[in-house]
């Protein structure tokens, strides 16, 4: 058994209904002896009258669409804000100054994080690496999570600083707390 919504079947039947009555109007235009061109007037000042007739229905239906589109796109701005901002966050004030602990114990200088991506690169770790240049100007990198102390601790910076992860849980996260902040009230 197909299942259809409540909204669809309506519109069908509305539709259907709509049809009956064009075909219904048409037979009685031709039966009574108007001409094509007085039936033609006719079914399109029906028509008129019957777009009319549904234009705030579907005014209501984009508009619907559009206040779900944009809650859609303040969601996704705010996933995206939230979720660069931890990882910049956690760059500054934990990996920066570990970093940088690291290279001044062994005569490098830190000039900044390969962060961490999904896919796999020979630049990149999935904890990301530190990146260092030493005297002779040459760049060396260096993984993060062997300089974390703690490995609960690496793994929660290593996620903080996936960025591609965080987004789709923070968009999961902030839409969740979006629509239990709209049933509180109503």
């Known amino acids: 058994m197909d299942f259809v919504p409540d909204d669809k079947r309506?519109?069908?039947?509305?539709r259907e209904a709509?049809?009956?009555?064009?075909?219904?109007?048409?037979?009685q235009a031709q039966t009574s002896g108007q001409?094509?061109?007085?039936?033609?007037?006719?079914?399109a000042?029906?028509?008129k009258v019957e777009a009319r007739r549904q234009a705030p229905q579907i005014v209501a239906k984009a508009r619907s669409w559009?206040?779900?589109?944009?809650?859609?796109l303040i969601v996704g701005a705010l996933a995206s804000g939230f979720s660069i901002g931890m990882a910049l966050f956690v760059e500054h004030r934990y990996v920066a100054p570990l970093c940088e602990q690291y290279g001044t114990q062994h005569g490098l200088l830190y000039r900044g994080i390969y962060y961490p991506v999904m896919g796999s690169s020979s630049t990149t770790s999935s904890s990301g690496r530190c990146i260092f240049v030493d005297s002779a100007e040459r760049?060396?990198?260096?993984?993060?999570?062997?300089?974390?102390?703690?490995a609960?601790?690496?793994?929660l910076v290593s996620f903080a600083l996936d960025i591609e992860a965080t987004i789709p849980i923070s968009f999961i996260l902030i839409a969740l707390i979006a629509v239990a902040i709209g049933r509180l009230r109503q």
């Open 35 to 43: 001409s094509p061109e007085q039936i033609q007037r006719e079914a």
């Open 18 to 27: 709509l049809i009956a009555d064009m075909k219904n109007r048409l037979e």
């Open 66 to 72: 559009w206040f779900g589109f944009r809650r859609f």
């Open 152 to 155: 609960a601790i690496a793994l």
């Open 45 to 47: 000042a029906y028509a």
């Open 10 to 14: 309506i519109e069908d039947q509305a």
């Open 139 to 150: 760049r060396k990198t260096f993984p993060l999570a062997k300089l974390v102390p703690n």
